[in-house]
């Protein structure tokens, strides 16, 4: 029994070691990708309800992956977003190998080993959520399980979270408590990040140009969700977006 009971813990090590070994990057994704697009799979919204509700994990993000996304997103907040920490589950089951953003409101640990359980490559921290020392230390524990960290700032006076060094800075051009969505945000703001972070661009992007001029003026990645999802077939909708680049 003894041997058996090592045999077992010797295997738990490795499977800690698997957990926490570096997934699939994120940051390099955008660096290397000539669209920057990460397509986000978005059931439901507090503003607009639900987009795509009949809208299925193993369809919707490989169709994304077979169609040009650099990256993905995939919601998992449910009350509010109609999402699930399975969607990212099944859609690692139904083939997708892309980097996958597990997007939620994190604000304790446990997310963060949920979101490395369930198979995502990086987590969303969000400025206006956490406090500078919350955000922190949620940032040197998501490195610790192998995680990228994109933290999303919205204001000027969020931008002091940069220093902290995430892997990925993104602007929510959406916000969050009006819900009142400008892109312009992401222009403004731009040029005051650290000129080497790599910027991402969230939210209210349903324009090729629109991604053009982002690129210009610094950007890397551009998340989009639901220009995509209200269409019929997202990953088509992905398809003719990229097209028009």
Same mark, same amino acid.
């Given at each position: 029994?003894?041997?058996? /009971? =090592?045999?077992?813990?010797?295997?738990?090590?490795?499977?800690?070691?698997?957990?926490?070994?570096?997934?699939? @990057?994120?940051?390099?994704?955008?660096?290397? *990708?000539?669209?920057?697009?990460?397509?986000? #799979? =978005?059931?439901?919204?507090?503003?607009?309800?639900?987009? =795509?509700?009949?809208?299925?994990?193993?369809?919707?993000?490989? *169709?994304?992956?077979?169609?040009? +996304? +650099?990256?993905?997103?995939?919601?998992?907040?449910?009350?509010?977003?109609?999402?699930?920490?399975?969607?990212?589950?099944?859609?690692?089951?139904?083939?997708?190998?892309?980097?996958?953003?597990?997007?939620? #409101?994190?604000?304790?640990?446990?997310? /963060?080993?949920?979101?490395?359980?369930?198979?995502?490559?990086?987590?969303?921290?969000?400025?206006?959520?956490?406090?500078?020392?919350?955000? =922190?230390?949620?940032?040197?524990?998501?490195?610790?399980?192998?995680?990228?960290?994109?933290?999303?700032?919205?204001?000027?006076?969020?931008?002091?979270?940069?220093?902290?060094?995430?892997?990925?800075?993104?602007?929510?051009?959406?916000?969050?408590? @009006?819900?009142?969505?400008?892109?312009?945000?992401? #222009?403004?703001?731009?040029?005051?990040?650290?000129?080497?972070?790599?910027?991402?661009?969230? @939210?209210?992007? *349903?324009?090729?140009?629109?991604?053009?001029?982002?690129?210009?003026?610094?950007?890397?990645? #551009?998340?989009?969700?639901?220009?995509?999802?209200?269409?019929?077939?997202?990953?088509?909708?992905?398809?003719?977006?990229?097209?028009?680049?």
């Amino acid at each position: 029994m003894q041997d058996i /009971l =090592k045999e077992i813990v010797a295997h738990k090590h490795l499977e800690l070691e698997q957990l926490c070994a570096k997934k699939t @990057s994120l940051r390099e994704a955008l660096l290397q *990708s000539e669209s920057g697009i990460i397509a986000e #799979f =978005k059931r439901k919204s507090p503003s607009k309800g639900w987009i =795509k509700e009949e809208g299925r994990a193993d369809i919707i993000p490989l *169709s994304y992956q077979q169609n040009g +996304a +650099a990256a993905l997103s995939i919601l998992t907040d449910e009350h509010y977003f109609g999402g699930s920490d399975d969607f990212i589950r099944t859609a690692r089951q139904s083939g997708v190998t892309l980097p996958i953003l597990y997007k939620n #409101f994190v604000i304790d640990e446990a997310q /963060l080993y949920a979101a490395a359980l369930c198979g995502a490559s990086a987590v969303l921290l969000i400025a206006a959520c956490l406090s500078m020392q919350a955000c =922190k230390r949620l940032l040197a524990k998501a490195h610790e399980l192998g995680l990228e960290v994109l933290l999303e700032m919205h204001s000027e006076p969020e931008l002091e979270y940069a220093a902290l060094g995430p892997d990925l800075c993104g602007i929510n051009n959406r916000n969050l408590g @009006s819900f009142v969505t400008d892109v312009e945000n992401s #222009f403004r703001l731009a040029e005051l990040l650290p000129k080497d972070a790599v910027k991402v661009s969230e @939210s209210g992007i *349903s324009n090729p140009d629109t991604v053009r001029a982002l690129r210009q003026a610094g950007f890397r990645g #551009f998340l989009i969700g639901e220009n995509f999802m209200k269409t019929a077939d997202p990953g088509q909708a992905l398809n003719e977006f990229i097209s028009k680049l």
